[in-house]
C-alpha cells in the first residue's frame, strides 16, 4: 500500500522560508517520479513542482520558480520542498504525490500538511 506522509508544515511571516518533507512507504520510490501538490481553500489543487526519478530534472509552476526547491533522497524514500520569500498566496494544504503532476487518476497523495503565511 502507498503511503506519503508529510511534515513541516506551520505559519510563517511573509518573506519568510519553511522546508517540507514527505516520507514515502509500500512501493518502489525510486521508480517513480514525483510531485508536491498544493490546495488553497474553497480552490482546486494546483500543480507545484516534480521532480524525476533520478532527482536530475526538476520543473515548477511559475508562481514558484525561483522561490521553491524541489529535492529528492531515493536512499531514504524522501522528497523535500524548500520555500523561501514565501507570499499570503502560497497559503495552502501542500500534497505530497506520486507521478509528474499529483493530478491524474493513477496518482496517490498524502495527508497534507497546513502552510500559512500571515503577518
Known amino acids: 500500500e502507498v503511503q506519503l506522509v508529510e511534515s513541516g508544515g506551520g505559519l510563517v511571516q511573509p518573506g519568510g522560508s519553511l522546508r517540507l518533507s514527505c516520507a514515502a512507504s509500500?512501493?518502489?520510490?525510486?521508480?517513480?517520479?514525483m510531485s508536491w501538490v498544493r490546495q488553497a481553500p474553497g480552490k482546486g489543487p494546483e500543480w507545484v513542482a516534480h521532480?524525476?526519478?533520478?532527482?536530475?530534472?526538476?520543473y515548477y509552476a511559475s508562481a514558484v520558480k525561483g522561490r521553491f526547491t524541489i529535492s529528492r533522497d531515493n536512499t531514504n524514500n524522501s522528497l523535500y520542498l524548500e520555500m523561501t520569500d514565501l507570499k499570503p498566496e502560497d497559503s495552502a494544504v501542500y500534497y505530497c504525490?506520486?507521478?509528474?503532476?499529483?493530478?491524474?487518476?493513477?496518482?496517490?497523495w498524502g495527508q497534507g500538511t497546513l502552510v500559512a503565511v500571515s503577518s
Open positions: 504525490a506520486t507521478g509528474r503532476t499529483g493530478l491524474a487518476d493513477e496518482d496517490h
Open positions: 521532480v524525476s526519478r533520478s532527482g536530475l530534472s526538476r
Open positions: 509500500g512501493f518502489s520510490f525510486g521508480s517513480y517520479d
